[in-house]
């Protein structure tokens, strides 16, 4: 049976990708900030479309991303959300939780090139955005995520992403910044 559901940009990324470039520069209680080498995989599955309201057709792929340090091999990020792709407004989606409390419903563009390179762009804000941040009254009070962004390239069966989370955290503002290069394994 043929698959007849247009995942548009998002096809580029089903499968398993595995990288282990990563870099996650965090924010230490002290002012500093943490450096941590890491390795990841990253699964996308076809999770299929539905309409909203009846007028706004989505489709979906599903993903899990599982980050651990390679000082001790302890994962300290993972992650469940999804990328959703709305081909009559031409718009890219990324929605997620992470485990402390912090949900993630970011929006922005993709670009395709003539080199068969596919960029995703998404965006987020706790505040005066259409695409918002929501989260608990202790992270609010104490880790709050100021904003968020994301840019994914895919070319070549590999998938380069830089993420950037603004943390108003420990009495100041930080840029906790997130970067790998992964290749699909399967």
Do not use: C
Request: charged content about 25%.
């Amino acid at each position: 049976m043929e698959n007849s559901i247009d995942y548009g940009p998002l096809s580029h990324l089903v499968g398993t990708w595995k990288g282990d470039r990563g870099l996650d520069i965090a924010p230490e209680e002290d002012g500093t900030e943490e450096r941590n080498e890491y390795y990841e995989t990253l699964t996308f599955e076809e999770a299929g479309d539905l309409k909203n309201a009846g007028r706004q057709h989505l489709t979906m792929l599903k993903y899990h991303q599982v980050v651990s340090r390679k000082s001790n091999n302890e994962v300290f990020h993972d992650e469940i959300g999804y990328w959703i792709w709305d081909a009559d407004a031409k718009t890219v989606m990324r929605s997620f939780t992470i485990p402390r409390a912090v949900a993630v419903v970011a929006g922005g563009v993709y670009t395709e090139s003539g080199n068969n390179e596919v960029v995703l762009e998404v965006s987020a804000a706790a505040e005066g955005s259409e695409w918002q941040i929501a989260q608990s009254p202790f992270m609010q009070k104490n880790a709050k995520t100021v904003s968020f962004e994301s840019k994914f390239t895919i070319k070549g069966g590999k998938l380069t992403f830089y993420e950037k989370t603004v943390l108003d955290i420990y009495g100041k503002i930080f840029d906790h910044t997130d970067e790998n290069e992964l290749e699909l394994v399967k």
